[in-house]
């Protein structure tokens, strides 16, 4: 017999009021790539399995990124939510989680540079072209990006504003917005080669607008300030991320999803003291570091990726401290519905 969710096991296990939502313990599964989709379209009925394997009643997921447009797709095999068949076939997706009593946020982006030329879509950067692997493992030529014109931003923002209605429409609770790593579209514009006001301005009108229309409350943003993955980073990141975290703070965004800074103890503080939101923090963490961060007021939610991709139970295991499956990097994104995606073993406990 399965172990109650009870969820008393540690400060990971205390339960936060996130908005409307309550959610019954801090443990957040995260955005993350599996290019299961076929044609920009979540596959039934391995698509629905492998979500509903990971909600938790009370527990808050994200969805893997979902195209805002069909100029905006980052590589093969990924789901888009621009149109009404795409958003179908998320609608049992979202009924799967919740059925478990999940909260389901959907992720919306535009990739930016970091396209594949293969796909027929657009692509856009702020500068030049340079070598690329993608998460199906080929190495693509060096392409040239072309340059963003003026006159596009207002379209490109109106795709995300579409895009959340379409999430919403689907049934998601709300929507996170994209704008971590560098090379997508809305983190290009994040380097100190203009004002910081202008570094944060197409990201500040796509969450307005996304705001407008499903409201704040349904909205997060997800930011990897100090990153400098396929692009230049900010010469001073701190700075930019506690001016963007304010900004948002006045939109009344629901949350803060941010990447942790690898080389900086506690590298969050300044942004957790400047937004007014929810925080959730990511990178690397562990149960060990997630209860101490939530012990200790530095962050709200913790986000754990690649050890909840390989536990779909990973709230129990935490709960009664079991061992934790390991996860195969060779099949993250490989197109076969259950390897690597359905078939990792979920913990029997006996009570």
């Given at each position: 017999?399965?172990?109650?969710?009870?969820?008393?096991?540690?400060?990971?296990?205390?339960?936060?009021?996130?908005?409307?939502?309550?959610?019954?313990?801090?443990?957040?599964?995260p955005a993350l790539t599996r290019n299961r989709a076929h044609k920009n379209i979540p596959q039934q009925p391995h698509a629905t399995e492998y979500y509903a394997q990971r909600a938790t009643n009370g527990g808050l997921l994200?969805?893997?990124a979902a195209a805002a447009s069909d100029i905006s797709q980052g590589c093969p095999n990924m789901p888009g939510i621009w149109n009404e068949e795409q958003v179908e076939a998320w609608k049992?997706?979202?009924e799967g989680v919740h059925e478990k009593g999940g909260v389901f946020f959907c992720q919306i982006w535009h990739s930016g540079r970091?396209?594949?030329p293969t796909l027929s879509a657009l692509y856009f950067s702020i500068g030049v072209g340079f070598s690329l692997t993608r998460p199906d493992e080929q190495v693509y030529e060096k392409p040239t990006p072309r340059r963003l014109k003026s006159d596009e931003v207002p379209g490109i923002v109106n795709d995300f504003r579409i895009a959340a209605r379409n999430a919403i429409k689907a049934g998601f609770d709300g929507v996170e917005i994209n704008a971590s790593d560098g090379g997508y579209l809305i983190d290009e514009f994040m380097n100190d080669r203009k004002s910081i006001e202008d570094c944060?301005?197409?990201?500040?009108?796509?969450?307005?607008?996304?705001?407008?229309?499903?409201?704040?409350?349904k909205v997060g943003i997800k930011l990897s300030?100090?990153?400098?993955?396929?692009?230049?980073?900010?010469?001073?990141?701190?700075?930019?991320?506690?001016?963007?975290?304010?900004?948002?703070?006045k939109l009344g965004v629901l949350y803060l999803?941010?990447?942790?800074?690898?080389?900086?103890?506690?590298?969050l503080l300044p942004i957790r003291k400047a937004f007014q939101g929810t925080l959730i923090a990511s990178g690397g963490y562990n149960k060990f570091d997630g209860d101490n961060a939530i012990e200790e007021n530095y962050a709200d939610l913790i986000s754990f990726g690649r050890m909840f991709l390989a536990n779909p139970d990973l709230p129990k295991r935490f709960e009664v401290n079991a061992p934790l499956n390991?996860?195969?990097?060779?099949?993250?994104?490989?197109?076969?519905?259950?390897?690597?995606y359905t078939d990792y073993p979920s913990l029997q406990v006996a009570s």
């Open positions: 017999m399965e172990a109650a969710n009870n969820y008393s096991n540690g400060p990971l296990f205390t339960p936060y009021k996130l908005g409307k939502f309550d959610l019954s313990h801090r443990i957040v599964f994200i969805s893997e049992p997706v979202v970091l396209f594949v944060c301005r197409l990201a500040l009108e796509i969450v307005q607008a996304v705001a407008n229309e499903i409201g704040a409350d300030p100090f990153s400098d993955c396929d692009g230049k980073k900010d010469s001073n990141s701190e700075r930019l991320a506690t001016y963007l975290a304010n900004a948002l703070s999803h941010v990447v942790e800074p690898r080389e900086a103890a506690k590298g390991k996860y195969n990097r060779s099949t993250f994104y490989t197109n076969d519905p259950l390897i690597g």
